[in-house]
Structure formats: structure tokens, C-alpha cells
């Protein structure tokens, strides 16, 4: 399994140099978030199955592997196509501003770093695929409930903000319809409990495996990421300089990542 987690880090490493290289060439940013989520998913698919042959697929390892498709099929073509036609990404744009001349070699070596933080998304896949007990129980159950539920409530969150963006009525205000209501990033909430639905599942409450608890480092790694690198403080950075009145208001009111009932106006 060591051969197969270096084998995989080394190809989020080149998938990723191969969206530097196309964001530099085109001058847009938009595909490399796509590119990781089907990189990542791909990965983590790999490890879900290895080292075994198709025939020799067990049900924990498909359900698994059939989870990083779902994951990362959704996402990266909501991304994907999102992008098309699209100017450059925001929250890129604004971080190669700030880079200057230096911008190049920067964003390769952020998006190198973004490459490694899924390293831990593709051990936690492995490690819920390959648990002790072949069979599936009531754990896996709950961790796939938790993946259904993150990955249906990412779905409806893009899809509302999909819709807010398409009515020109709404250009330069702030989104506050369904669960953006109830948080600033719903989506990256949603995401989160995908990844903490997969540790669920590799977690062994007996103690006969104590490695399988490494799979938390998922949801950890997803919470850092969204919360504090590269997800929302970049989008927040632009938006209170886009729309500074409308966005100060709903900070004050609506939670970053966690969901709660929103304040009064």
C-alpha cells in the first residue's frame, strides 16, 4: 500500500503541474480546481481497488471506489463547466496580483501544496476500502449516509447559486437564498462531511486497527483547506472588494462555514 500512495502522490503532483502549465499558457485559472477534484477522485478511485483485479473486488472496495467516481465526477464537471467561457478565477486572479513578476513560480508551488493536501483525501479512501472486516456493517452505513448527505447538499448549494448567478436582477448582490442562508460556504461544508463520511467508514471501533482513525486527517485536511487556505478567505477577500456594503452585512449575520439559523436583519 506505501508503493501505492507514493505512486499516486507522484501523479497529484503531475496533474496538477499540468493545470500550472495550462493556466499559465491561457492566463486562466478556472480549470485547476477541476483538474485536482478529478485528479483527486481518480487517485483515490486507484487506491479504493488496489491491488486487486476487478473480479476481485470485494463490497467495501466498490462501494468505496464507486464514492471517490460520485465525488469527484460531480464536482469536477460542475467546475468544468462553470469555467467555460469564463473569465479568470477570482480568487486566482487576485493571488497572482498579489504575487506580481514572482506569480509563475508561486502558483506552481501553491498548486504543488494543493497536490499534497490530497494526499490524505486518497489514504482515507484506502484506508475505509482495505478496513479488517471484509464485510460491510453498521459503520459503513453510517459513513456512507454521511458521504450521501454531504455530496446531495453540495449538489443543491452549487445549484442555487448556479441559479442566483443566471438572473441579471442579481448582479452585485449577495446570495442568500436556501443554505446560503444559513452559511457563507455551504458548499464547503457539504464538502467537508463528504470526507468525514469516508473517515466514518475506515474508523475501527475496536481498537484491532488503530492506523484506520488516520483517515480523520481527511475531514481535517478538507476543513483547513476550505476554511482557511484556499477556499474561503480568497473569495471573501474579493467579494468585500466587490460588494463591500451588501458583503459586511451578510458576514455579520450568516456564519462562515458552520451551519446555524441566521441573525436578523
Not at 469564463?86 to 486566482?92: F, G, K, L, N, T
Not at 498579489?98 to 490524505?120: K, T, V
Request: proline share 5%; net charge positive.
Amino acid at each position: 500500500m506505501i508503493v501505492c500512495l507514493v505512486v499516486l502522490a507522484l501523479f497529484l503532483s503531475f496533474a496538477m503541474a499540468a493545470a500550472w502549465g495550462w493556466a499559465i499558457r491561457s492566463g486562466k485559472s478556472g480549470l485547476i480546481d477541476a483538474t485536482w477534484s478529478l485528479a483527486v477522485g481518480a487517485a483515490c478511485f486507484i487506491a479504493a481497488i488496489w491491488p486487486m483485479s476487478a473480479s476481485d473486488v470485494g463490497a467495501r472496495q466498490f462501494l468505496v471506489a464507486v464514492m471517490a467516481l460520485a465525488w469527484s465526477a460531480r464536482l469536477g464537471s460542475y467546475i468544468f463547466r462553470r469555467s467555460l467561457g469564463a473569465e479568470d478565477d477570482p480568487r486566482y486572479a487576485d493571488l497572482k496580483k498579489g504575487w506580481g513578476s514572482d506569480a509563475p513560480r508561486r502558483l506552481f508551488l501553491f498548486l504543488q501544496a494543493q497536490a499534497f493536501a490530497g494526499w490524505p483525501l486518497v489514504g482515507a479512501a484506502m484506508l475505509a476500502a482495505h478496513a479488517r472486516s471484509p464485510n460491510l456493517g453498521w459503520l459503513d452505513a453510517l459513513g456512507a449516509s454521511v458521504f450521501a448527505i454531504g455530496l446531495g447538499g453540495e449538489a443543491l448549494a452549487d445549484r442555487q447559486m448556479g441559479r442566483f448567478r443566471a438572473n441579471s436582477g442579481n448582479r452585485g448582490r449577495i446570495c442568500e437564498v436556501g443554505l446560503w442562508a444559513y452559511s457563507r460556504h455551504p458548499n464547503y461544508f457539504f464538502e467537508w462531511m463528504c470526507w468525514l463520511g469516508v473517515a466514518v467508514m475506515a474508523a475501527d471501533l475496536s481498537g484491532g486497527r488503530p492506523w484506520g482513525w488516520l483517515a480523520f486527517a481527511a475531514p481535517a485536511t478538507m476543513y483547513w483547506l476550505l476554511a482557511h487556505v484556499s477556499g474561503a478567505p480568497p473569495l471573501e477577500a474579493h467579494l468585500a472588494r466587490s460588494r463591500p456594503e451588501a458583503f459586511a452585512d451578510y458576514r455579520a449575520r450568516v456564519p462562515m462555514f458552520w451551519p446555524r439559523l441566521p441573525a436578523r436583519r
